[in-house]
């Protein structure tokens, strides 16, 4: 999968360097993946959930961090829509990001 935009997570975790290992994780795995669909991310990320509207939220770090992405399947591209701590996500409708 290619990631739109890598820049926003490591802008996210340059301040926040106790999420480095996670997230580098999370981009790590998800852009050798060749997801076709939800099912296929559920595989790689028990924890993703779908919230409508091609958007999945990852947990991250034992669900101190949550990642909104868009999945485009057909084209294989995922696209970073917040980036944030538990409490900041509950603030944020994530289907409309």
């Known amino acids: 999968m290619r990631i739109i935009a890598h820049r926003t997570l490591v802008e996210f975790y340059s301040n926040r360097p106790e999420a480095k290992t996670a997230i580098e994780n999370w981009y790590t795995k998800t852009t050798s993946a ?41 084209i294989k591209m995922v696209y970073i829509r917040f980036i944030g701590t538990h409490s900041e996500y509950d603030k944020i409708d994530c289907t409309n990001i």
């Open 34 to 74: 060749g997801w076709q669909s939800f099912a296929d991310v559920k595989k790689d990320f028990n924890s993703v959930d779908s919230v409508g509207n091609q958007h999945y939220v990852f947990n991250l770090k034992g669900n101190e961090y949550r990642l909104v992405v868009v999945i485009k399947f057909q």
